[in-house]
């Protein structure tokens, strides 16, 4: 078939058909694509026929989140199916823009509305660094179309405004030390003299020094500052950076007052092995680190919490959960998969822990 092929770690993939996300299962292409753009810029009209009606590019091009206090500090703000911010690139006016990546694949796609400027990449790599290239050759294309159709020089994102380093009292530390649940896992926050201990998924730690706006950096560099806050009834940890680190100010850590273990959960600690996966199903016929399901994982106590661990294409996370009973766990922090629940079953007369529509039986 006259279809590119996928690769990783420069070996070719098999084909498969993966219809269980959103976009896995369409096959296109640049030429394709690059009629959408025509539509979407076109109000839904493109080569005279209509694809959508107006009002409903109106409302995927809208904020879907206004009034969404713990959104509001994000730089990246939702449409309908469009992320409709990027600092990079604001200096041209109103922007759509996606990334996304099925096993072997990664497509950026980003629109200049007031400049009716857009483009797509396609890549045949979904490893981290195809990523990167595909959104950075976007970015870069963009500008180049810009500066050649309107004149206009690409502006860079300012990033975090330099302040001086400060003093706080030690008690005003203290208070912001504590379990910061991430995407990744969690970092631990530590208070030190004249500043703050800040360990990442477990690495070594990185001190951080007050400054005079309230928030805190390391001694040598301010590229990003943190800063602890409350907001909706949360203490949440905002990193403010310069782009591509990864941008702007985002939310990176929600804090968490570990609890104790009951006894009926701790009995349960161990290795987990699947076992819904059918015998068809994509992931085995992956290489492991590409896998989207993980075919294991760990139920441990860490740091005085219970996590899940488990491995996501090369990398490790760590699930903070919660037992709310002796039977569901509250998976805590924000974002995606957080606030749902691990359950334990009861499948063929033994216990097996269910997340994600995945069952798990202790090894």
């Known amino acids: 078939e006259n279809r590119a092929r996928g690769y990783f770690n420069g070996e070719p993939l098999e084909h498969f058909y993966n219809s269980h996300v959103g976009a896995g299962s369409v096959y296109s292409n640049v030429l394709d694509m690059a009629n959408y753009i025509k539509m979407v810029l076109g109000q839904g009209q493109v080569e005279g026929n209509r694809v959508l009606r107006p009002e409903t590019i109106d409302e995927m091009l809208t904020l879907q989140d206004v009034g969404v206090a713990l959104d509001a500090v994000n730089w990246l703000r939702w449409g309908l199916g469009w992320v409709l911010t990027e600092p990079e690139l604001e200096y041209a006016g109103r922007i759509c823009q996606f990334t996304g990546a099925t096993i072997g694949f990664t497509s950026h796609i980003e629109i200049l509305l007031d400049q009716q400027l857009g483009v797509v990449v396609s890549t045949n790599s979904d490893q981290q660094n195809a990523v990167k290239v595909a959104c950075e050759v976007g970015r870069?294309?963009?500008?180049?179309?810009?500066?050649?159709?309107?004149?206009i020089d690409p502006v860079?994102?300012?990033?975090?405004?330099?302040?001086?380093?400060?003093?706080w009292p030690q008690k005003k530390l203290e208070a912001l030390a504590g379990i910061y649940v991430t995407e990744q896992g969690y970092d631990i926050i530590n208070a030190v003299p004249g500043g703050l201990g800040w360990t990442v998924d477990g690495g070594t730690p990185q001190k951080l020094l007050p400054l005079k706006n309230g928030r805190l950096a390391p001694p040598d560099s301010q590229e990003f500052q943190i800063e602890f806050t409350r907001i909706s009834g949360r203490d949440v940890m905002i990193l403010h950076s310069v782009h591509g680190m990864p941008s702007g100010s985002n939310i990176s850590g929600d804090r968490y007052d570990p609890v104790q273990t009951p006894g009926v959960w701790r009995n349960r600690?161990?290795?987990?092995?699947?076992?819904?996966?059918?015998?068809?199903?994509?992931?085995?016929?992956?290489?492991?680190?590409?896998?989207?399901?993980?075919?294991?994982?760990?139920?441990?106590?860490?740091?005085?919490?219970?996590?899940?661990?488990?491995?996501?294409?090369?990398?490790?996370?760590?699930?903070?959960?919660?037992p709310l009973s002796d039977t569901v766990a509250l998976i805590r922090g924000l974002g995606n998969d957080r606030g749902g629940a691990v359950q334990i079953v009861i499948v063929n007369g033994q216990e097996q822990l269910q997340v994600w529509g995945s069952l798990y039986k202790k090894s």
């Not at 870069?140 to 004149?151: F, I, Q, S, Y």
Request: aromatic share 8%; charged share 25%; with cysteine.
């Open 269 to 322: 600690l161990g290795k987990y092995e699947i076992t819904n996966l059918y015998p068809d199903d994509c992931s085995r016929f992956l290489p492991k680190e590409l896998s989207m399901v993980p075919s294991s994982i760990d139920l441990a106590e860490r740091d005085g919490m219970l996590v899940i661990k488990y491995p996501l294409q090369g990398a490790s996370i760590w699930l903070v959960i919660e």
């Open 140 to 151: 870069e294309t963009l500008n180049l179309a810009v500066r050649d159709k309107a004149g």
């Open 156 to 167: 860079e994102p300012p990033g975090p405004t330099h302040s001086p380093y400060a003093s």
